[in-house]
Nanobody, 121 residues
Framework: EVQLQASGGGLVQARGSLRLSCAASGFRFDDYAIAWFRQAPGKEREAVLCISSSDGSTYYADSVKGRFTISSDNAKKTVYLQMNNLTPEDTGVYHC??????????????WGQGTQVTVSS
């Protein structure tokens, strides 16, 4: 059974940091790209970052450049989203998703449940 387990969300003050984790199982982790999406209240879900063994990391949201980084621990089959200097505009539900290649579209094969990130001003 394919599973993507997102965790690490919470409540943080502006300018704080959080690290989200996406633990994968049930598929060949090394062959897949893993992306983070987020959905703010009242807004459409947007792609944030993606990582793959062939292309490295790809940024989709300009607003997070210089603040967010994505990394992968293949031994643990886990992808991390390090979020620094958070702002209230980063508030939302963060999902991880897996597919063969990175893409900003939502057509990913596998999705994890979301983890809530709330940034207070």
């Amino acid at each position: 059974e394919v599973q993507l387990q997102a965790s690490g969300g919470g409540l943080v003050q502006a300018r704080g940091s959080l690290r989200l984790s996406c633990a994968a199982s049930g598929f060949r982790f090394d062959d897949y790209a893993i992306a983070w999406f987020r959905q703010a209240p009242g807004k459409e879900r947007e792609a944030v970052l993606c990582i793959s063994s062939s292309d490295g990391s790809t940024y989709y949201a300009d607003s997070v450049k210089g603040r967010f980084t994505i990394s992968s621990d293949n031994a643990k089959k886990t992808v991390y989203l390090q979020m620094n200097n958070l702002t209230p505009e980063d508030t939302g539900v963060y999902h991880c998703a897996a597919d063969w290649v990175c893409s900003s579209s939502e057509y990913y094969d596998y999705w994890g449940q979301g983890t809530q990130v709330t940034v207070s001003s």
